[in-house]
Structures are given as C-alpha cells and as structure tokens.
C-alpha cells in the first residue's frame, strides 16, 4: 500500500439477520476522489459510516497507511465530514463554525485565525467571516461546511449527499467548486451519492453497489463505456438493452445473433468477453447517443424502425423507436437536420459493431 491508502478488507455488516454489506473489498489511493452510488438500501451509505468510525464493522478490517483503523472511534480518527444538512452552529459566526475543528485540536489562536482566513478565501467567503449561518445562502452556507471539513488538512474527506438539498444550477456549480478543491489539495474523498450526473463529473474513480455488493469499481469514463453488467449500465446513465445469442467464435471474434432478429452479426472480443461460449445468451448494452439515423446504404447493422416518442431536451431530442423486428432503441439526436423526427415516422437506424458492449445475460432490463 501506498502512504496513506485507504483499504477496505472483506468489510461486511449486518443488522440481525440481514446482511446489508457483503465483503466489501476496496482500495482508495491517496489523493482519489472515490464516489459510491447505488438505489436506496445497496448498502453505500453503510458502508461511508464504517469507513468514518460512524458504524461498526461485523466482519473484515479498514487500514489507513497499512494501519488498522476499524476498531478506532470516529472522533479519533483525523476525517472531515461534510452532510447534507450542513450541521452548522447557530450561535457561531462563520469564522467560529470553520475554526472549530482546530479548536478542538488545540490549534494555537493566531495559527487559527490564519488559516480559517486562508480557507475562506479559497471558498471565496473570506468577506463574511463575521456572518452566522441565518444570514447565509443555501450555497453559502455549504461552502462554509466545506471549510471547516478541510481546513485542519483531514487525512480522509467524507462526502454524505452534501449537495442534495441544493437546486440544479447550485448544485451543478458546488460539483464543480469542490472538484477544483479536490484538484489544489490533493485530498483523498469519498462521496455517497444518488446523482448520476454528480457522480460522474466529480470522482476520479466511481463505485457501484446493489444489494449489499459492489459491482464494479472504474473511472467515471469506463463505468458508462464499458459496464460489467446490465444493472450497471441501467443505472448510469440510459442504455437500450438487447438479448442475444452467442453463434461462433474465433479469432478474437464473436458471431452473434438478436433475439429479436435473425441477422448474424460479428464483433470483437475484448479480454473480458472470453466467458462468452457458444450458444451462450447474454445481452448487448448500446448507448443512445451509439444509435444512429442513417441512409439505407449504411455499412453497419442497420434496421428500418418507426418512431414511437420524441422529446425536444433543448441542446437534443430523446427519440425512441421500434425496429420492424421489434427491438426498441433509446436515441439521443444532437440535432434535427434534415430528418422528420414525427412520432410514426419511419427511417433507418443503425450502430456500429464496435459500439455494442457484451455483458452477462440477465433479467436487468
């Protein structure tokens, strides 16, 4: 491990009977912004409390620099915490509220008074040090919990859904703010959250859980480019999900065929396809922005579908069609052109072989 590294052996944790993480193996780097996303109940937010000591391991051990840390309690161990509620102190003024922290830590007085100004200044309130909370914005009270998560240089941040109470642009805004943060101090964070969009445009890496089990860990990049599995790929982002038939396979390549059409069609295998044998169901996972309108002379698989819904998005059109076979494809067109976009109308659709990710079969769809 290197310094600092924040590793997670075989972590499990139940509640009676009910097993609510299952033999979480993980490893943060330092200076990785890990977010964890999943639906309610995965077992992401279980699993942020046992990494800050809020939560009690059952099975399996943390480590912080090749140091076990499981069995330490939360105030013991040198994490900052930032929730969704803020948890600001009322009677304090902002600079009180960011200098806690290093009041509790018995920081000298005047080191304090510099470095919440220094901090401030980087969350760019440096102005309202003398403010209480009630005379702050929304966003202005987040940045100021911001502060005080960071401000004593914490070995590990802690993100709790901090931007969830805030509307879409402020939200889409804070994503930004606390990524540039992230970048200039180099601090190692973990974030739980829903948002898909937050996740993907914060984290340097991206965990996915369900029902108590990770199901893959990659860069923001490769978790929607090449999901592992047709949950995965659900849930982030939009994906047409199409069954289909392992026929043949040789040299680096798979035949395969569309439930749902009986057109042979061929691409590459990647390393992780070679679990793929002959007659072998899985599924083809196609990203709408993949799925094309063409020309009837298209070289790639192309089918003749009709249009079945079309919604006008601002900067493009979410389009859904049927192909005459009966496969339905989610598009995401950038722009009109030429085409008819009427819901009824029919056109051509196509993908290239290369756009189509193979996954294991399952009922995700």
């Known amino acids: ?47 942020l409390k046992m990494i800050s000591g809020f939560e009690s ?34 009677h304090m003024t902002v600079a009180e509220n960011v200098a806690y922290p290093l009041k509790i830590r ?15 200044k980087t969350v760019g309130l440096e102005e309202y040090e003398k403010r209480y909370p009630r005379q702050l914005s929304g966003g202005q009270q987040q940045r100021v919990a911001l502060a005080r998560s960071i401000v004593f240089s914490p070995d590990v941040l802690m993100l709790d859904e901090p931007l969830a109470a805030l509307d879409k642009q402020l939200r889409k805004q804070m994503q930004l703010e606390i990524k540039a943060i992230h970048n200039k101090f180099g601090l190692t964070t973990i974030s739980v959250t829903h948002d898909q969009e937050e996740a993907l445009t914060m984290a340097t890496k991206v965990c996915v859980m369900k029902e108590a089990k990770i199901q893959q860990i990659d860069t923001p990049e490769m978790i929607y480019d090449c999901p592992v599995n047709t949950f995965v790929a659900n849930f982030i982002g939009e994906s047409t999900v199409i069954p289909a038939t392992i026929r043949g396979i040789r040299e680096g390549k798979i035949t395969a065929v569309f439930d749902k059409d009986d ?12 679990w793929a044998g002959l007659n072998k169901k899985v599924n083809f996972i196609i990203r709408p ?23 006008f998005l601002g900067d493009t059109f979410r389009v859904n069609v049927i192909t005459d076979s009966g496969i339905e494809f989610k598009m ?34």
Not at 4 to 26: E, M, P, Q, T
Not at 66 to 84: C, E, V, Y
Not at 106 to 120: A, F, G, N
């Open 106 to 120: 018995h920081t000298p007085k005047d080191r304090q008074k510099e470095m919440v100004h220094d901090i401030l």
């Open 332 to 365: 995401k067109v950038f722009s009109r052109g030429h085409y008819d976009l009427s819901v009824g109308n029919r056109l051509w659709v196509g993908v290239r072989p290369y756009d189509m990710v193979l996954v294991r079969y399952d009922d995700e769809i």
């Open 57 to 90: 391991i059952s099975s399996g051990d943390i480590f912080l620099d090749g140091k076990t840390i499981g069995s330490i309690p939360a105030h013991k161990r040198n994490f900052g915490m930032l929730f969704q509620n803020y948890a600001l102190f009322p």
């Open 263 to 274: 057109r042979l069609f061929e691409v590459d295998c990647k390393r992780r396809d070679y």
């Open 289 to 311: 922005e993949k799925v094309k309108i063409v020309k009837e002379d298209y070289d790639g698989i192309k089918f003749p579908a009709r249009i079945t819904s079309c919604a």
């Open 1 to 47: 491990m290197l310094e600092k590294d924040l590793v997670l052996r075989n972590v499990s944790k139940r509640y009676g009977d009910k097993l609510v993480v299952d033999g979480v193996d993980l490893t943060i780097n330092k200076g990785d912004f890990l977010t964890i996303l999943g639906p309610s109940g995965g077992g992401k937010t279980t699993v």
